[in-house]
Every structure is written in C-alpha cells, then in structure tokens.
C-alpha cells in the first residue's frame, strides 16, 4: 500500500462539492462522523457551532460554507475531520472522507493564480494522483490563522 | 530510533523535567533570601540563615546544571555561589554593589534555564560572569573551577548517608544490626554509559532491595557538584557482592554505628571516619565488616585502625547503644509531593463526571417519583442521592484545594521587576504587598502571571510620576504600590494599586472617539473607559514604550481574566492614581446553573448571576423607544431578549421568564422562553476564536454529548448597555 518514496508524507482525502481534496495527515487528530453540533449566536457564517471532543471544546467549519459552496444536508458520509495545527483545535465538515494516501510532497504543484471559484488562499497546492487531482489544504488558512483573526493566545 | 536511544531520551527526558522543577524552587528560594538581604543592607548583622540558604541555593543550581549538561547556568551559579561562599564565611561584607550583581545574576540564569527550556538562543552571560569573578576576585582565594570529578575508584563515602539519621531510621538500623545484618553507606553516580547499559537508580534500587534492606535513600550534590545516590543498606549478604558492583557505578564504604564526629567528616576519605571506632569506648557496638573484605578500593580503611571487627557478619547481639543526633537547627522539610498539574487536571475531570452522573441519577429519580413514591425504599434512595451530592461536593472541594498555591509566589516575582522598572525610569517606588498567603488555582495563577506583571508595570511606567514630578505635585517623592489579594466567598479579589497620576478620561475619550471607538457625544464612565483601553490596538502611547502597554497588553489581561471566569474593574482619579480590581473565581470548574431555552435553544446562565426570576406576561412589557422595560419594584427594569440579541427565532405570545442579573441601576432582566431546571454544571472554556462571542462564558454538557453554551451576564448587561446606546434593538 505505501509508495516506495522515502518522502512521502501520509495524506487524508476527502470529498466536498465533487472535488477532491488532501490534507496531511499529520495535522489531522480524529475523524468523526457528525453528531450534535451546537450553534453558536452571532458566529461567523461559515462555523456550525461547536462540538464536544475529548473533553474539550471544539468549533466545527462547514467548509462548504467556507469555500462558497450552499450547504447540504448531512448524511451518513458526511464527516468531522479534526485538525490540530498553530495550537488551535478545529473541526471541518466535510462531505465524505475515506482514503489514505502516501504523497510525494515533490509531486505538488503550487496552486495556479486564479483557481475559480476557490481562493487559492486556502490551498498549499495541487497534487496529481495518477489521472486524479488533489487540491492539498492549507488548514493555518482555512482555520483563519492570518494576524487579527486570532487574539494572542 | 534504536530502543537504547530512546531510552536513554526517554531517561535524560523525565531528568530533566524534574531538573526544571528543581530549578523553579531553588530560584524562588534564592529570590526570597536576596530580598530578604537586600532589606537588611547597612542594618548591621545579616541573618546567616538567609545567606546559607541562598548560597545552597547556588550550590544546588550549580550542581543540577552540571548534571544535566547546561553548562551556562552551571558556570553562574557557580560564580554566584562562589561569592556567596565569601559571605558565608565572613570574609566579605555585603554592599549593594555586589547584592546588585547576584540579583541580576539571578535574573539572568532564569533567563538562560527558560531559553534552554525553550530551545531558543540564550542571552550572552559572558559579562555577569566576569562581573561575578570580580566580587571575588579581590577576596578570599578566588573559587577554582569545579575540580573533575574523580575516578569511579576512588571511595568517598557520600556525606548524606553521613548524616544523622532519622529515629526511624536508627531504629531500623539497630534491628538489622540484631539480626546480623551489616550496615554499608552504598554510593551510586548515574551515567549516560551506565545508562545504556541499562543501569540507574531505580535497578539499583531494587538490587538493593533484593539483598538486604534499603534503610535510607536520597540523592545528594557531590562537593565537585555531580549528582549521586546515597544509600544506607543493611544486608548479610557477602560483602564480595559489593565488589561485583564496581563496574556499575557503585561505591561503597561501611556504615558505622557511631556517627561521624562533624559535618566535615562528609569530605574527608573513609580512613578517618573509620578511625573514629578506634577512640569510641564501646568498638563492640560498631558493626564495621572487614575492610580486608573490601578490595581496590584505594582509600578504604585497609589500616583496619585497631577497632576492626572480626570479618563477616554478627555482632554482639546486645543492642547497641545508638547516640543519634538530631538534625540540625535548619528548619525540618514539611513533607510534600510533588504533582503534576495534568494528573489533577484529570482527576478534576472525573469528579466532574461524577457530578453530572449524580445530576442525571436525580433528574431519573425526580421522573420516578410519581409513581415510586410509594415504594418503601424511596426515602433511602432520596437520602442517599442527598448524602452523595453532599459528598461529592466536598470531594469537589478537596480536589480543588490540591490546586491551590499561595498568591505571593507571583508577588515575589513582581518584586523583581518592579525594582529593574524603578530603577530603569529613574521613579522610587515602595511596594507593598498583602494578602500574599491568599490561595489560589495554580492553573489560574499560572495564567495570571503576564496579565499581573503587565498591569505592574504600566503603574510603575505611566502611573507613578518621577520623584521630582510628585514634589512639585505636593506629593512624597517616592511612589506607592500596592498588591493586595484577598479571599471573597466564591472568588479572589487581587488589587494593584497606585497612587500616581491616574488616567484623564478626557483626553482617553477623544483618543477612542478618534479612532472610532466610540459615539462622538458618548461620555465615558469607568467601565466605559477600561473597555476603551483594552480595545485591540488602542494605546495612549507611542510604539515606541517597550515597557508595557502597546495596546496589545490590556487586551490579553481583559481576555485572560475573563476566560478565567473573573472580572476586570477600574477605578482612577487624575492626580489620584490608579486601581485595577482582579476578581477571579475559586472554584473554577463546577457551578450551579439554570438551565433555560431561549429561541429554541438551551443555554445555562450562572445560579450566582442571578438575583431573581420573575415570569412576565409580554404586555406587560412597555416599549420605550428602542428599549423594553418592565415595572419591577417601583422602578423599571430593562429587558433583553436573548433570543434577538442571539438572532435566534423568537417565540412571540408565550409568557417569558426575566432573569434578574446585575444590581441596582445596573440591573436588567434577560427574557427567556423556557426555565428547563437547574442542576450544577461543569463549566469548560471555550476559546477558539471563531466561537468567541459576546455574551458567552463558555460550554458545558448535560450528560448527553450535547454542548450546551453558558452565559456571561456580565457581558450580556455590558451589549445591552452597548445596544441602548447605540440606538439598536
């Protein structure tokens, strides 16, 4: 199963609105399928609510909401993947999420200027996995770890 | 990673945290005695028992950091405690000069253990050192570099196992000695190799305990400053055992019965010590095994200095006579153990799943009732939920009582910086400290630390006017700070103090009218003015004040108190000084709470928050403007409904429920749709930054994975203020 590369790392793939996308599975500390998500007043449209992990907690994105997409429905593959990353505990809805894969991080390619539809401000870039695409994620971007965003922790 | 690298990681691992630790008590101790010397420069005699505490101070530093290979920290604790040595012995008075230097020494090995810690660049420590090799330059022979240690070979017995032993111990001693045991001082140094090799102090240890009995343990400090383990071990096993043993970092010596004639026996070689017996009047107590059975070891009392027993075991079986000294006049150690804040961190979390067990076990046997009532067990079901709640509730007690530390361990640290900052701008500050036996959460002060030293040094920086500045205000040159903490029921209020120029609201208030913080007609009382100056980014100050507040700093002190669950308050007068009030809660975990359902949501609001409750019919509401009131004991009462401030659907027609927070004209009613119960709740911070909003405090769980969000009434009486104000709903 794993590739013969001595640098690859392990990534996690997930699906949202018909794309596919990675993220490293060093960050990633779980994966859930969708439970209670409690709603949070006056939070930014793109955040659920919060949910309760480990004792801890956690707010959840919609990333379909984060990248621009209508929301749907939840279903039984819809799933929680939680990232820890910058000390920041994280939780992204996504549509489905299942494979794991080794990545050559030579084999990705800097996002292209003007990916439609999605501001490539979220991806650290693109990777081929033999004839498919992989957006990689950028999770510091997507959680929002820009300066004025984050209060001092 | 091979197994032996990363046991041995995993070894030099746990070294070093407990290396950290050790380091953080010795520096406090060490900042309390220079303090302490500081106050009684030019009062004549120094009390000599702060001065050997903190040269032991040093000399513990030293020792640690040369274990574990921190060199830097070795070689200033190494120049202090040399210095410190000179005092010690009278050879040197103490100036200010000099105390100067140590002080600023001390500072700088925090600095250098903190960066190490850290894996940052450390400060260059070059000069202190120099400047510490000066005091002692011109004294008393100037302190040599520690001399390497000496070969494994060579015997010393270790000078803790020379140490008068504790009743327990003597009696134990003297038991072994009637079974025919032997008594050896067995001396263990750890090392990387013996490490490798798989060899430390806890297979010694259990080596020991094998073969005899282990009456005595402790580490100890080397005179060349190494770390080593003292045993005292009693055993009838063949002393060639002992031999064995050489290759692992053991050495040995015979316990003798008597005690060593002086503490500076400790350095002298086991010839002397065993020469003791020789003038002893009663050589048939001692049980001193061959020194004939002891081979290559070079300073082994070979001599056998006519009090030798014959070789092997048995002594006389009459119990001998044991003279045990009593431990000297320093003061004797209360018993502690040391924990780690995560073990108590976890055992808070099982007692908080206790307590939402309970609270479930009462809401099913609240449900049963009805029909369980007649069921001549249920009073004994009720009593005992009543006596678990109450049980539990002490036990909560308890377990938060492990946490608490005493305040001053924070103030003493402040004291520091706050005579740098003094004396950096030129001010002349007294402090006063109160209050400093005031416990409270370890986790809460650990917290607080920056927060209190940024609020320390704003009132040292902007507060207190220079000496010439406060003369020609008719004021005492120097200037007055005050620390003071105190318990308050639930809570523990801490106050910093000045008596400095205080702020002047006016100009404060164009400042933030400027930078669109607030309505131009908006008058600023004193909430309004310290929320002014904890907006992000707001300074009164330019950039270039690296002392204290950029606008950054009171943010976080705001922040911090609050996502401790306390509160920040204001008070300053121009001309006056300054007061910022710290109230922050004891109990940090569990609360009783209402729980209520606003716009189809359940949220929990704080049982101690609220004064009353009052259900209200909607027409009774009288609409003023943008505002509702409500008649409410011959005055008016504000109300806010949550569900709009939350943008959460609102349920018109039904009765509401007004929960009465705040006091006297501060006072509003925060309507609810529903009062679902009240149980106590577990309370858990959230502190993500997307999920902080205004108005909540934090989360917590009802038994049912459900996160249910708690309500901070403070800031829920604070966006009402804000939304009058600005003329929304």
């Keep these: 199963m794993p590739a013969n590369g001595t640098n690859s790392e ?132 997507v959680i929002g770890q820009e300066a004025g965003l984050t209060s001092p922790a | 990673m091979s197994t032996i690298e990363s046991a041995d990681e995993a070894f030099l691992a746990s070294f070093l945290e407990d290396y950290y630790a050790e380091c953080d008590e010795h520096l406090a101790a060490i900042r309390r005695g220079l303090l302490v010397l500081e106050s009684s420069l030019g009062q004549g005699q120094l009390d000599q028992n702060v001065v050997e505490e903190v040269f032991r101070g040093f000399h513990s530093l030293k020792g640690l950091s040369g274990m574990v290979g921190v060199k830097p920290a070795e070689q200033l604790a190494h120049h202090a405690e040399s210095y410190l040595r000179l005092l010690r012995r009278k050879e040197i008075a103490l100036n200010a000069d000099a105390l100067e230097a140590v002080i600023a020494a001390t500072r700088l090995l925090e600095q250098v253990i903190a960066a190490w810690r850290r894996g940052e660049p450390l400060p260059d420590f070059a000069e202190m050192l120099a400047r510490l090799s000066d005091l002692t330059a011109s004294k008393a022979p100037a302190a040599a570099p520690p001399p390497p240690p000496p070969p494994a070979a060579a015997a010393a017995p270790a000078p803790a196992a020379e140490a008068p032993l504790a009743e327990e111990e003597s009696r134990r001693l003297v038991a072994a000695f009637q079974m025919g045991k032997q008594a050896w001082q067995i001396t263990f140094t750890p090392s990387r190799d013996l490490a490798q090799r798989g060899i430390n102090v806890n297979t010694i240890r259990s080596r020991l305990q094998e073969q005899g009995e282990l009456i005595r343990a402790a580490p100890i400090i080397t005179p060349e400053g190494g770390i080593s383990f003292a045993f005292l071990w009693a055993t009838d096993a063949d002393p060639s055992v002992l031999a064995q043993w050489a290759e692992d970092g053991i050495r040995y010596a015979p316990h003798l019965a008597v005690p060593a004639a002086a503490p500076a026996a400790a350095e002298v070689a086991a010839p002397a010590a065993a020469a003791v017996p020789a003038e002893a009047a009663a050589p048939a107590e001692v049980a001193a095994p061959a020194e004939a059975a002891i081979p290559g070891e070079a300073a082994a009392p070979t001599a056998g200095a006519g009090a030798v027993a014959p070789p092997g075991p048995s002594p006389e079986p009459a119990p001998p006579p044991i003279t045990v000294s009593r431990p000297a006049a320093a003061a004797l150690p209360t018993i502690v153990v040391r924990v780690d804040l995560a073990r108590l961190d976890d055992l808070m979390q099982m007692v908080g799943e206790l307590v939402i067990s309970r609270a479930r076990l009462e809401d099913n046997l609240r449900q049963m009732e009805p029909i369980a009532a007649t069921i001549p067990q249920w009073h004994t079901l009720q009593e005992t939920n009543l006596a678990m709640e109450r049980q539990l509730r002490d036990l909560r007690e308890g377990v938060m009582r492990l946490r608490l530390v005493p305040i001053g361990e924070a103030f003493e640290r402040m004291q520091f910086a706050v005579r740098d900052l003094a004396r950096d701008s030129g001010k002349s500050v007294a402090l006063s400290l109160s209050g400093q036996t005031t416990e409270i959460d370890k986790y809460v002060v650990e917290r607080m630390l920056d927060p209190l030293m940024h609020l320390v040094r704003n009132a040292v920086s902007h507060g207190l006017e220079t000496p010439a500045e406060r003369v020609a205000a008719g004021k005492p040159p120097q200037g007055r700070l005050a620390l003071r903490a105190a318990t308050a029921g639930d809570a523990v209020v801490i106050e910093i103090e000045d008596d400095g120029r205080g702020m002047d609201a006016g100009q404060i208030a164009a400042r933030a009218r400027a930078a669109g913080l607030i309505a131009a007609d908006a008058e600023l009382d004193m909430a309004g003015l310290l929320d002014v100056i904890c907006a992000p980014g707001f300074s009164t100050r330019d950039e270039a004040d690296l002392a204290s507040g950029r606008g950054v700093g009171m943010t976080v002190v705001r922040d911090t108190v609050q996502e401790l669950g306390g509160t920040l308050a204001l008070w300053t007068e121009p001309g006056r000084g300054t007061r910022f009030t710290i109230e922050l809660p004891l109990t940090l975990a569990i609360v009783d709470a209402l729980i209520v359902s606003a716009g189809g949501q359940t949220f929990a609001m704080p049982q101690p928050a609220v004064r009353e409750v009052l259900e209200v019919q909607p027409t009774a509401l009288m609409a003023i403007e943008n505002n509702e009131l409500i008649a409410h004991r011959g005055g008016v009462l504000p109300v806010i409904r949550l569900a709009r401030l939350f943008n959460l659907p609102d349920e018109p027609g039904r009765a509401l429920y007004l929960l009465v927070i705040g006091a006297g004209l501060n006072a509003i009613g925060v309507a609810v749709n529903r009062i679902l119960g009240q149980r106590e709740i577990v309370v858990r911070a959230v502190t993500d930054p997307l999920v902080r909003v205004p108005g909540i405090a934090g989360a917590t769980e009802l038994g049912d994975g459900r996160v249910v969000l708690i309500l901070d009434a403070q800031a829920l009486a604070r966006l009402h203020r804000e939304t009058v104000g600005r003329g929304r709903p």
């Design chain 1, 10 to 141: 392990p990534y996690i793939l997930f699906e949202l609105a018909g794309t596919t996308y990675g993220v490293r599975s060093q960050v990633v500390q779980q994966m859930e399928m969708i439970e209670h998500i409690t709603p949070v007043p006056n939070a930014p449209d793109f955040v659920e609510g919060v949910v309760f992990l480990r004792g801890q907690v956690i707010p959840a994105i919609n990333l379909r909401r984060r990248f621009g997409f209508p929301k749907i429905p939840y279903d039984l593959r819809t799933r929680l993947i939680v990232v820890r990353t910058g000390g920041r505990t994280v939780g992204l809805i996504v549509d489905s999420a299942r494979e794991f894969v080794p990545l050559d991080p030579a084999t990705i390619q800097p996002p292209p200027e003007g990916v439609a539809g999605l501001s490539g401000h979220y991806l650290a870039g693109i990777a081929t996995l033999g004839e498919r695409l992989v957006l990689i994620l950028d999770p510091d971007a």
